[in-house]
């Protein structure tokens, strides 16, 4: 399967202020990647899917002017948290699509707004 | 639409024993199925998945899952556990096997693993 990383694993960031988070495919070319989000304890909530080259599609009721979504390569792709505020601490994960659409997840970000 | 129930929300199994998760779906033509394992702090490993075929699948360290149309279930199983097994446990159910499809995720199951 497809080796994902993510960078950072950890941040810690004021109130306001914006954090870029990003999702590197490292042994596949990603058409598409998706974006979640994960309280304690809980299941993945799907926030976006990323697509190369176009706009990210959004689910209901996530901000999109919120979470800003680039995917410029086939390798890469970001999430950029903006005035991030405490609700948005969270785990972020994201995850690569496989040819088949099983899904490679990146071992998380761990986002702390104080 | 979709969507997938994992009832237990935690297991507890001794080191050496079998252990059986639950995984029931719900989804109008046929499913793609998918287990997976977090560990804590961990994003999530792909242990197997069901598109046609055989219904008994085999995945990594040592887990197996059945598929039974009838039952709309997935169930996950391992003959033996060990105590790096004790992590969250998620079942997820895709609409097609193509590349960009989405994946729809069960609560997950935390199994403990005692000595």
Redesign the interface.
């Known amino acids: 399967g497809a080796v994902v990383s993510q960078h950072p694993s950890w941040v810690i960031c004021k109130s306001g202020t914006s954090v870029k988070i990003e999702c590197r495919s490292l042994d596949f070319q990603a058409t598409t990647m998706f974006w979640y989000r994960q309280f304690p304890k809980q299941s993945l909530m799907l926030m976006a899917t990323s697509n190369e080259g176009s706009k990210a599609t959004y689910e209901q009721g996530v901000e999109k002017d919120k979470f800003l979504i680039n995917h410029a390569s086939l390798t890469l792709s970001t999430l950029t948290v903006t005035s991030a505020h405490p609700e948005d601490s969270s785990f972020y994960i994201c995850s690569v699509s496989g040819q088949v659409g099983e899904q490679y997840f990146g071992p998380g970000t761990r986002l702390t707004v104080t | 639409a979709q969507s997938v129930t994992q009832p237990d929300i935690h297991i507890t199994v001794s080191e050496g024993a079998s252990l059986e998760l639950r995984c029931n779906y719900s989804y109008g033509a046929t499913p ?1 199925l ?1 287990w ?1 394992v977090q560990s804590p ?6 242990l197997l ?1 069901y ?1 046609s075929g055989d219904t008994l699948v085999q995945g990594i360290k040592g887990f197996e899952a059945e598929f039974k149309r009838s039952q709309s279930s997935f169930n996950l199983r391992k003959p033996s556990v060990h105590w790096s097994d004790a992590a969250e446990y ?1 079942c997820a159910v ?10 729809t ?4 199951t ?1 199994v403990l693993v005692k000595p």
């Open positions: 793609y998918f997976y702090g961990q994003g999530l490993q792909l998945k598109f998620f895709g609409a097609a096997p193509a590349a960009g499809n989405k994946l995720f069960g609560g997950g935390r």
